[in-house]
C-alpha cells in the first residue's frame, strides 16, 4: 500500500509512522488481524489514503483515540476517521489554520469550535492521561443519565441505517435522509427532535441550511401528525385492581404488580421511580404514606423529593402491603427481581405484568405512564391546583404537566353560567 502507513511491528520505514512501539504480547494478534483484514471496525484516512484499523487497538495505544472514542465525539460513531496529513512543522493536534480575508459564517465557527474541543482533550489526556476521563465525566454529565441515553440510542439508530446506506451517519445530509425515513414511517415529533438533540451533542451543530429544512420538516410532521395522548386510568381501575389482588393474596405476582400500579397512581410516579424504590424510602404513619424519591428523571443533582399517599389503616392497599412484606425476597429494594433479589425488576417487566393483569382482571390494558396521568387527573378532581400537581408530580412546569391533563370541568376551573 502506497502513501502513509501505519506500522505497527515496531519497524521504522521511510514512508511510515510508528504510533507506538513495541507492541505488548497481549496486543500482537491485531497485526495479523489487520493484515488478513479479519474484524476491523474503524478506517484512518489521511489524504487520500484510507486504512483499516481496529479500533480497540488504538485505545490501547494511542491515548489521542481513547479519548476520540469515548462516546461524546462525533468519531465515536463514525466509520471512518479522517486525520489531516501533517503539517511539517507541527502535528495534526496543534495546526493553526492560516488566515483568512473571507469572513467566517456562524456553522464554520461551530466546527471550528468541535475542532478545538477535541484538540483540547488531546492536549489534556497527553500531558496527564489521568485528567482525560475527568474532563469527559465532566461534559457528559452536563446532560441528565436518561437523557444521555436516550441520545445514545438514537445515535445508534442512525448508524445502523447509515451503514445500511453506505452513508456517513456523521455528515448533516445523513441525519437529514434518516430523519425522513422516521416522517415516512409516521414517527413522532418528539422522537425527531430526540434525534436532532442528539446529533446536535455528539457531532457538530447543523448548518444553518440543515437546520432550517430540518426545522421546516418538523413543522409539516406536526400538521400532518397530531399529537394524541393515551386515555388517563380511572380511580375506578386502582379500585378493581387492589380488590382483585387481595382476593389472590397468595399470588405473588399479581400482590407485587397491584401495589405497584396503587403507588405509581397515588404518587404520580415514574415508572423509573417506581422500581428504584426501596423500603427506606416509605414511611407510613396515621394513615400517611410518605414517598421518598432520591432521583427523579428531571433531578439531575440528586436532591431527591417527597409526595404523599393517604393511606387509612383499613384499606385494602395496607392489607396488601402486609402480605406482600411476608412473601418478598429479602431486599433492599421494594420491588426486587425473585432471580436477582440484589436487582429491582425492570421497567419491561412490570409493564409486562401490568398488561397480564389488565387482561385477567378485565379491564382495557394501559401502560405504566397512564398511571401517572390518571393520578394527576385525579389530584385535580378532587381539588388540588395544577400547581400543587406540579410539585406532588415533580414536573418541572405546567407546560410539562399540561399533556397529562384533559379538558374537564376540574381542569378548567369550573364552568361559565349563563343568564
Request: glycine share 6%; proline share 7%.
Amino acid at each position: 500500500m502506497s502513501g502513509v502507513q501505519i506500522s505497527l511491528r515496531g519497524t521504522e520505514h521511510p514512508d511510515s509512522v510508528t504510533i507506538c512501539h513495541p507492541l505488548p504480547e497481549h496486543l500482537k494478534h491485531y497485526e495479523n488481524l489487520r493484515q488478513e483484514g479479519i474484524d476491523c471496525d474503524k478506517k484512518i484516512k489521511i489524504g487520500d489514503v484510507i486504512m483499516n484499523v481496529h479500533k480497540a487497538l488504538l485505545i490501547e495505544r494511542i491515548p489521542h483515540f481513547k479519548v476520540l472514542f469515548d462516546g461524546i465525539w462525533a468519531e465515536s460513531s463514525t466509520e471512518i476517521i479522517v486525520i489531516p496529513p501533517a503539517h511539517p512543522d507541527s502535528s495534526f493536534l496543534s495546526q493553526t489554520p492560516k488566515p483568512s480575508s473571507r469572513p467566517t459564517t456562524r456553522s464554520e465557527k461551530e466546527s471550528q469550535s468541535g475542532v478545538a474541543l477535541r484538540e483540547l482533550m488531546s492536549k489534556v489526556a497527553t500531558v496527564d492521561p489521568e485528567l482525560a476521563p475527568v474532563l469527559t465525566r465532566s461534559l457528559q454529565g452536563a446532560k441528565a443519565p436518561a437523557t444521555m441515553r436516550v441520545y445514545k440510542g438514537s445515535m445508534k439508530q442512525l448508524r445502523v441505517f447509515a451503514r445500511k446506506k453506505g452513508i456517513d451517519p456523521s455528515c448533516p445530509s445523513s441525519l437529514l435522509i434518516f430523519a425522513l425515513r422516521r416522517i415516512h414511517e409516521g414517527r413522532s415529533l418528539s422522537s425527531l427532535k430526540i434525534l436532532h438533540s442528539a446529533y446536535s451533542h455528539f457531532c457538530d451543530p447543523l448548518p444553518p441550511f440543515f437546520a432550517n429544512l430540518l426545522s421546516s420538516l418538523f413543522d409539516c410532521t406536526r400538521r400532518s401528525h397530531p399529537v394524541t395522548h393515551h386515555p388517563k386510568v380511572p380511580a375506578s381501575h386502582i379500585h378493581t385492581i387492589v380488590r382483585f389482588a387481595s382476593l389472590h393474596p397468595t399470588d405473588f405476582y399479581i400482590v407485587r404488580c397491584a401495589l405497584g400500579a396503587a403507588l405509581a397512581y397515588g404518587a404520580l410516579l415514574r415508572v423509573s421511580e417506581l422500581i428504584s424504590l426501596r423500603w427506606s424510602d416509605l414511611s407510613w404513619s396515621e394513615g400517611l404514606l410518605r414517598v421518598s424519591i432520591r432521583k427523579a428523571k428531571n433531578d439531575q443533582f440528586s436532591e431527591g423529593r417527597e409526595t404523599f399517599i393517604s393511606i387509612g389503616e383499613e384499606s385494602e392497599t395496607l392489607s396488601l402491603f402486609d402480605s406482600y412484606r411476608s412473601r418478598v425476597p429479602l431486599s433492599v429494594w421494594v420491588f426486587p427481581s425473585l432471580s436477582h433479589p440484589l436487582s429491582h425488576i425492570t421497567s419491561d417487566s412490570f409493564r409486562k405484568d401490568l398488561y397480564s393483569l389488565c387482561s385477567r382482571v378485565g379491564i382495557s390494558r394501559f401502560t405504566p405512564h397512564q398511571l401517572r396521568g390518571g393520578g394527576a387527573m385525579e389530584s385535580i378532581r378532587r381539588g388540588a391546583s395544577a400547581d400543587q400537581v406540579q410539585r406532588r408530580g415533580r414536573w418541572r412546569s405546567i407546560a410539562g404537566l399540561a399533556p397529562y391533563l384533559s379538558d374537564t370541568v376540574e381542569t378548567q376551573g369550573g364552568s361559565l353560567p349563563l343568564p
